[in-house]
T-cell receptor, first 115, second 117 residues
Framework: AQSVSQHNHHVILSEAASLELGCNYSYGGTVNLFWYVQYPGQHLQLLLKYFSGDPLVKGIKGFEAEFIKSKFSFNLRKPSVQWSDTAEYFCAVKPNTGTASKLTFGTGTRLQVTL | DAGVIQSPRHEVTEMGQEVTLRCKPISGHDYLFWYRQTMMRGLELLIYFNNNVPIDDSGMPEDRFSAKMPNASFSTLKIQPSEPRDSAVYFC???????????????FGPGTRLTVL
């Protein structure tokens, strides 16, 4: 079974600082990878996803993530965070089986951006 | 499209009562997922359906929990009897993985915040 580790549980940054959130997964086969964001009091929304091709994936709101297969990693980055990026970020993985199967989520990283 | 719709948005009940949470997936989606989110355990998949049929219910915590999907546009998650430790936010999500390579994105509903006193 697959698993996901997010090592940063709580990150505090000042506005304009650069962001990198770690995500490592464990699975022996091909995977699809996702980053979801949950703003305070809201539901999860997809930030970006990787299925195949270019390992550098660009998502909404200036976020990007890089899939490094050799490291089983899919870290999320943003060059300059804004106060509105304050949210919880979840990395998720699913086996690339060609059909739907359950997403396995990490425990989440709470990002707090200060003014 | 209105997105995934869940009701109620908030539910407060007393221990021992039956609780029913409802979900309407996005029209045309053929997969439906129920998740539970707590501070202690994060986001856990409880059960998911494909074409109204339960595929994997290994995440359902115990017999007090049951889920049904009588048709393509409606699902329920029932807890009977409810206990304080069931307090959590319950999310429903749907996806349509038959649409080609850019598929398998799960669209989440707004969640139901359940408090069991």
């Amino acid at each position: 079974a697959q698993s996901v580790s997010q090592h940063n549980h709580h990150v505090i940054l000042s506005e304009a600082a650069s962001l990198e959130l770690g995500c490592n997964y464990s699975y022996g086969g091909t995977v699809n990878l996702f980053w979801y964001v949950q703003y305070p009091g809201q539901h999860l929304q997809l930030l970006l996803k990787y299925f195949s091709g270019d390992p550098l994936v660009k998502g909404i709101k200036g976020f990007e993530a890089e899939f490094i297969k050799s490291k089983f990693s899919f870290n999320l980055r943003k060059p300059s965070v804004q106060w509105s990026d304050t949210a919880e970020y979840f990395c998720a993985v699913k086996p690339n089986t060609g059909t739907a199967s359950k997403l396995t989520f990490g425990t989440g990283t709470r990002l707090q951006v200060t003014l | 499209d209105a997105g995934v719709i869940q009701s109620p948005r908030h539910e407060v009940t007393e221990m021992g009562q039956e609780v029913t949470l409802r979900c309407k997936p996005i029209s045309g989606h053929d997969y439906l997922f129920w998740y539970r989110q707590t501070m202690m355990r994060g986001l856990e998949l409880l059960i998911y359906f494909n074409n109204n049929v339960p595929i994997d219910d290994s995440g359902m915590p115990e017999d007090r929990f049951s889920a049904k999907m009588p048709n393509a546009s409606f699902s329920t998650l029932k807890i009977q009897p409810s206990e304080p430790r069931d307090s959590a936010v319950y999310f429903c999500a749907s996806s349509f993985p038959s649409g080609g390579p850019l598929v398998d994105e799960q669209f989440f509903g707004p969640g139901t915040r359940l408090t069991v006193l």
